[in-house]
C-alpha cells in the first residue's frame, strides 16, 4: 500500500467505521477473526469508559486500490451521506415525527450500559438503526409487560414459574436429543452453523428429528441451535424487536473462559454458567475463541406480560414479515434445513 493508502486507511479506521448487520437475532452480524475479538474484549472497559471503540476486522485488512476506495466510498455512504442526505431532510420536512423518534431513541439507547459515543452511533446510523425505527413500539411492549420489568439480562428465577419450567423441559429435552452428537458432522465445515426446530411458533423440519421440541409450547417460540466453530465470533449487533426474550443455552462443556457473550457490563462465560437469559435489543456479542467448537440452544420465548395475546400477535407478525427474508438475517450463517 502506498504512504497515501496507509493514511486514508489509517483514518478512516479510527472513524470506527465498523461493519453493520442486517435485522439481526444474536450472531447475525458478520464474524470477526480471533485476534481482533480477543483484543477487543481485553479492551471492552477500558474503551467503554473513553467513549471510543475497537476496529473491525474489515479495517483490520491491508486494502489497496480499488478495494480500498470502494471500502472507503460503501462507509462514507453510510457514516456520512445517510445521515446528510436522507435523516437530516426527513427532520425538516417533519419535525414532529423527528422529534418524536429522537426522544424515543434517545430513551431506547439509553438502555444499554456504559453508553458511549459508538453505541450511539451503532444504534442511529448503524447496524442498530432498525431498532431505532421500532423504538416506539418496543416501548410500548415495554409498557405492555408491566408489572414486568425490562431488566436486560435476566436469571431463571426473574420469569415467573410457568416459563421457568418450559425452559427446565426444553433443555432436558436438549440434552435427551444428544444435539452435539447429532451436528457434529454437518456443523464442522463451516464458521457457523444454525439449525432451527421451531420459527416463531411453528414446527420446522430438519435433518433429524426432535420430537421433544415440537409439543405444544405456550410461550416458546423459537427453538434453534447455534454453531459456532473454533476462533469465530460475531461482531457487535442490536436485536430489533422486544417481544422476546433470548434464551441461550450451552449444550457442550467448554474448557476455558474463551467462550462467553457480553452485553453491556455483563460478561457471561459457558463454562461457568450454561444459561444465559437477555433482551437482545441490547448492543450484544458472542465470542469463541477457544479451540473447540460452540453449541448453544438458541431460544426466544414471549415475554411475561398481563397481554400475553399481544406479545403472541407480535410474534406471529415478524414470522409472516420475516419468513421470507431469514437468509437476509441468517446471511453469515449456513443455516441446515434438509
Excluded at 46 to 65: D, I, K, R
Excluded at 97 to 121: E, H, K, M, P, Q
Excluded at 205 to 222: L, R
Amino acid at each position: 500500500m502506498t504512504q497515501c493508502g496507509h493514511q486514508i486507511f489509517s483514518f478512516w479506521a479510527s472513524l470506527d467505521l465498523s461493519v453493520p448487520s442486517r435485522l439481526c437475532k444474536d450472531g447475525d452480524a458478520s464474524f470477526e477473526s480471533s485476534s481482533n475479538r480477543a483484543k477487543a474484549h481485553s479492551d471492552w472497559g477500558q474503551f467503554a469508559h473513553a467513549g471510543v471503540s475497537f476496529v473491525s476486522t474489515t479495517f483490520a485488512e491491508v486494502l489497496t486500490g480499488r478495494a480500498l476506495a470502494v471500502r472507503v466510498w460503501k462507509y462514507t455512504v453510510r457514516r456520512v451521506l445517510f445521515p446528510l442526505c436522507v435523516l437530516a431532510p426527513f427532520a425538516y420536512f417533519f419535525p414532529k415525527i423527528a422529534l418524536f423518534y429522537a426522544v424515543c431513541g434517545a430513551y431506547d439507547v439509553g438502555r444499554n450500559s456504559a453508553l458511549n459515543l459508538s453505541t450511539l452511533r451503532r444504534y442511529f446510523i448503524g447496524n442498530g438503526f432498525p431498532t431505532w425505527v421500532l423504538s416506539p413500539f418496543n416501548i410500548l411492549l415495554d409498557l405492555l409487560s408491566l408489572p414486568y420489568v425490562n431488566k436486560g439480562v435476566y436469571q431463571l428465577g426473574d420469569l415467573p414459574p410457568a416459563y421457568q419450567d418450559e425452559v427446565k423441559r426444553l433443555i432436558q429435552a436438549a440434552r435427551d436429543a444428544n444435539l452435539v452428537g447429532q451436528l457434529e458432522e454437518a456443523a464442522k465445515k463451516y464458521p457457523r452453523t444454525m439449525v432451527f426446530f421451531r420459527w416463531y411458533g411453528v414446527n420446522k423440519d430438519t435433518f433429524f428429528n426432535v420430537p421433544a421440541f415440537h409439543q405444544p409450547w405456550k410461550y416458546i417460540q423459537t427453538i434453534g441451535v447455534s454453531v459456532f466453530n473454533k476462533k469465530v465470533s460475531t461482531s457487535l449487533h442490536f436485536g430489533f424487536m422486544r417481544a422476546s426474550l433470548r434464551i441461550l443455552y450451552n449444550l457442550n462443556d467448554m474448557n476455558d473462559e474463551s467462550a462467553y457473550i457480553v452485553v453491556g457490563n455483563t460478561t457471561s462465560y459457558w463454562r461457568e454458567n450454561k444459561l444465559f437469559i437477555f433482551d437482545d435489543t441490547l448492543l450484544h456479542q458472542s465470542f469463541n475463541e477457544t479451540d473447540q467448537t460452540r453449541y448453544c440452544l438458541f431460544v426466544d420465548m414471549a415475554r411475561p406480560s398481563p397481554f400475553p395475546g399481544v406479545m403472541h400477535a407480535v410474534i406471529s407478525g415478524v414470522r409472516f414479515l420475516t419468513q421470507g427474508f431469514k437468509f437476509i438475517y441468517y446471511k453469515n450463517w449456513k443455516v441446515i434445513e434438509r
